[in-house]
């Protein structure tokens, strides 16, 4: 707990950040600024406060041991992670890329760099999930080095407490990328990675997380001293800092709104997803109440099959990604509740199943998104 002159000072210091903040942290003068641990640059001193200050936040946020802003991407926390607890031919376990796995630390992405081998977790398409029996004894079978949770298509928590006994009996360093669900983690909405056994948690801080484009890295004390001794200069040299300020502001944001935040984009996901399974689309986890993220998955047989659908509704301003993978964190940044959802399943229909004029579809949406052009859940100045 602070003490009253802590909670003070901190205040102070959050009403002078705010007020640098609030004239845009992109377009600040830390944009063109150097700073680094050894102190080697001069007219840092504001800079080293809003660092200080964001990490302290995202500690109290994650309820994190540590905390470390400057990764350039949710890819390069990955890196970060992988390239300090692991040696070449090491064994990696995580979901695989078929299963919605992150190709990035599949067989050719990170892996391939670093000499890795990569064995899936056993998944169950039916749930959605990773197989809890089959993973603890492939687990105890092929002993990984480590084992990586989270996932790109992310519908269900990982059973991160199932399996953390055995994985840390055999030795394994277990990890958590966070990057899709980092802001419904923040919100308290999905799964506590660090609460649940996983020493360290990573990610991107864009996708449910409130922007701007990069990476995060909370950690105990343990990994979290060596993975922020080896950053600088190996994984980041000179760190962003205006995108660090802008997260700064996002963190302070999501400390204050994320609960809301987390629980309206479950309760969309999960409006979007029932609306579209009531007009015959094929929406996965339908015996599973769809979704506990904000991801909703129309189950059209992967990539190849998606596409086509994928460019009719981009067609009409809609936009999905090939998978056909939904977010619906956006829209509920800018406002939109449950009925929206079923207006936007509405014109899916009227897109796809109608076959409705795109044109005409288009006008709708245009019209929906116009009445929602406020970011909400965060400071207003
Ligand atoms: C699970 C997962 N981790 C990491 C990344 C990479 O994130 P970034 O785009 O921030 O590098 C992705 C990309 O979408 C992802 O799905």
């Given amino acids: 707990m602070n003490s009253g002159a802590e909670r003070n000072a901190s205040i102070s210091f959050h009403q002078k950040t705010w007020q640098v903040l609030r004239f845009g942290p992109y377009s600040s003068e830390m944009g063109h600024r150097y700073t680094s641990p050894d102190h080697f640059y001069m007219g840092t001193r504001l800079i080293d406060k809003v660092e200080k200050f964001g990490e302290e936040t995202a500690k109290r946020l994650f309820k994190a041991e540590t905390a470390d802003l400057r990764l350039l991407s949710g890819h390069v926390a990955d890196l970060v992670f992988l390239a300090n607890m692991t040696k070449r031919g090491d064994l990696l376990m995580c979901v695989s890329a078929d299963d919605g796995g992150y190709p990035g630390i599949w067989r050719s992405g990170l892996p391939s760099v670093l000499g890795l081998e990569v064995k899936a977790l056993p998944f169950s398409k039916d749930r959605m999930n990773i197989q809890v029996d089959k993973a603890l004894e492939t687990i105890i079978e092929v002993k990984p080095q480590v084992i990586i949770f989270g996932a790109s298509l992310f519908l269900f928590p990982h059973p991160i407490n199932e399996l953390t006994e ?3 009996s055999i030795g394994a360093h277990i990890g958590f990328d966070g990057s899709h669900v980092m802001g419904l983690i923040a919100g308290g909405k999905f799964q506590s990675p660090l609460q649940e056994g996983s020493p360290t948690l990573f990610g991107s801080t864009h996708k449910s997380f409130f922007g701007p484009q990069g990476g995060i890295i909370l950690a105990d004390e343990e990994i979290g001293a060596v993975l922020k001794e080896r950053i600088h200069p190996a994984f980041v040299d000179n760190a962003h800092w205006n995108r660090i300020a802008a997260l700064t502001l996002a963190l302070a944001e999501m400390e ?19 609306a579209l399974d009531d007009y015959g689309f094929p929406v996965a986890g339908s015996n ?11 189950n059209f047989g992967g990539y190849k099959h998606g596409r086509e659908l994928a460019e009719r509704l981009e067609k009409t301003n809609i936009i999905v990604d090939c998978g056909v993978r939904l977010g619906t964190s956006e829209v509920t940044r800018r406002g939109m509740k449950e009925s929206e959802m079923e ?7 009227e897109a796809i199943l109608d076959e409705k004029q795109s044109g005409k579809v288009r006008e709708e949406v245009e019209d929906l998104a116009a009445e929602f052009q ?3 859940y965060c400071f207003h100045t």
């Fill in 343 to 349: 207006k936007i399943a509405q014109l899916m229909k």
């Fill in 166 to 168: 055995v994985a840390r």
């Fill in 288 to 298: 599973l109440g769809y979704t506990k993220s904000h991801q909703v998955l129309m």
């Fill in 256 to 274: 204050k709104f994320g609960s809301a935040y987390a629980e309206q984009v479950i309760r969309n996901s999960q409006t979007l997803a029932k």
């Fill in 374 to 376: 406020k970011v909400n």
